[in-house]
């Protein structure tokens, strides 16, 4: 794993060059998911710029060098991807999002999970740690993977035994979270397991990422979102913005989430502003 990605280039990315080498450590698994948090936004930008994407970790790695991010499949892989190649001990869960109490429970193949084990701490005897990018205003820190609640900033969150998956997991949400839960099953799944559930979420009218663009990012305070063309911070402030205008809207993405779309040519621009203010239109008028 190791020889198939740039290890030095994300590690800069990260802002954690001095962790090469390193071997594997508690702090040293909150400092690398505490800065992928931070600096990898959460977003499906290329589905609306119809630029397909595969689950590979590879690729995935290769595009958050570029300055981009993804969703879980993209963002939890790439992360394994790292953990592998610097010698943590990572194993990869078939999960599922519960997005509310009418959505299905279980792990129903919509999110990728990972664990990482044999670091023992205080708060986690056994050394065993949930690890998880993929949910966009969900963890900040790794949390121990045993039954609790846990604060992080301000939102808290829930561990127990899920009732959907015997043996698993489910994960439960603050309540002003944009999610209700998730579930993950306890064994270990391939990359593999997501490739047709990628699909769907990446192509289908009916999936939620072909019908609203989000953008996330999580820090220690709380969380910034733009999903379409409205910007909410949750957290330390409370603040609600409508971008009514492609300025606007790119220099957002620029200026709080580092997204800076370089390669995006003028064209696909405007293209992905008619395409948002479109389904702005198409919200309002059905709100």
Known sequence: MSASIDITGYLRRLRLGHLEGQPPSVEGLHLLHRAHAELIPYENLEIWLG??????????????????????????????????????RVTRHFGGVQSNASGTAGATGSHLVLTVSDLPSEAAPDGRWLADLGMG??????????????????????????????GGWR??????????????????TAMSAFHDMHRFLSTSPESGFVRALAVLR???????????????????????????????????????????????????????????TAAHEKWLASA
């Open 51 to 88: 630029r397909p994407t595969t689950v590979d970790p590879a690729e995935s790695v290769t595009r958050i060098l570029r300055g981009r991010g993804g969703y879980c499949f993209h963002l939890n892989g790439a992360f394994s991807a790292l953990l592998l190649a610097l010698g943590y």
């Open 137 to 166: 205003d969900g963890l900040h820190e790794p949390v121990p993977l045993t039954v609790g609640a846990f604060r992080q900033g301000p939102f808290t969150y829930a561990l127990r035994p899920s009732d959907a998956e015997p």
């Open 171 to 188: 994960f439960d949400h603050d309540p002003s979270g944009s999610f209700l839960g998730m579930d993950f099953r306890s064994t270990e």
């Open 218 to 276: 999580r820090d220690a305070a709380g969380c910034d979102c733009l999903r379409g063309l409205v910007l909410t911070r949750v957290g330390d402030r409370d603040s609600r913005t409508v971008l009514e205008s492609a300025a606007d809207y790119f220099a957002a993405l620029a200026e709080i989430f580092d997204i800076r779309l370089d390669d995006v040519t003028r064209a696909e621009r405007a293209a992905l502003w008619r395409r948002l």
